[in-house]
T-cell receptor
């Protein structure tokens, strides 16, 4: 069974501080992992994919198969990063995304 | 093309009534997905189309739910005999041909309230 766990419902950090949003998964095969973000009053949108190994808006995420984790990190948080962040996994099906419950990030000045 | 469009944005209905939602995906996206999101939860997969073929349905999709994509373009999701537990945000997404790895484009959703 596929499962995505985001242990923190809310994460509050000061502007300029590092931020790490945790994501752990369980899946027996080789997963593909994603981070989606939803800013206030906007639609859910793709932030980054592990397969691309990209950095978007200063965020990075590394897939750690040993720890079954895909934590999202940014060295210096900005107020505009305040949003809801969802970690998601797709397995062998290649289409259905399994989302975590999300973490609300609040960056305060 | 302004992305994935969903209609209506909000729907309030009485318990027992039928409701239908519409989704217009990005035109070149042949894959279309329906998700449901309740308060405090992430989106949950309901069903998936490749062109006009419905290829997968979640067990969350009870017999009261039916989805169609008649010409491989827009899709409808119908809920019959609505129950209060159906109250949720219904999200539609589409993706490029191939693999979900390309990432979904989501619509703004239809918020259903059953009273």
């Amino acid at each position: 069974a596929q499962r995505v766990t985001q242990p923190e419902k809310l994460l509050s950090v000061f502007k300029g501080a590092p931020v790490e949003l945790k994501c752990n998964y369980s899946y027996s095969g080789s997963p593909e992992l994603f981070w989606y973000v939803q800013y206030s009053r906007q639609r859910l949108q793709l932030l980054l994919r592990h397969i691309s190994r990209e950095s978007i808006k200063g965020f990075t995420a590394d897939l750690n198969k040993g720890e079954t984790s895909f934590h999202l990190k940014k060295p210096f948080a900005q107020e505009e990063d305040s949003a809801m962040y969802y970690c998601a996994l797709t397995g062998n099906s290649g289409y259905a995304l399994n989302f975590g419950k999300g973490t609300s990030l609040l960056v305060t000045p | 093309d302004t992305g994935v469009s969903q209609d209506p944005r909000h729907k309030i209905t009485k318990r027992g009534q039928n409701v239908t939602f519409r989704c217009d995906p990005i035109s070149e996206h042949n894959r279309l997905y329906w998700y449901r999101q309740t308060l405090g939860q992430g989106p949950e997969f309901l069903t998936y189309f490749q062109n006009e073929a419905q290829l997968e349905k979640s067990r969350l999709l009870s017999d009261r739910f039916s989805a169609e994509r008649p010409k491989g373009s827009f899709s409808t999701l119908e809920i019959q005999r609505t129950e209060q537990g159906d109250s949720a945000m219904y999200l539609c997404a589409s993706s490029l041909p191939g693999h979900a790895t390309a990432g979904y484009t989501f619509g703004s959703g239809t918020r259903l309230t059953v009273v």
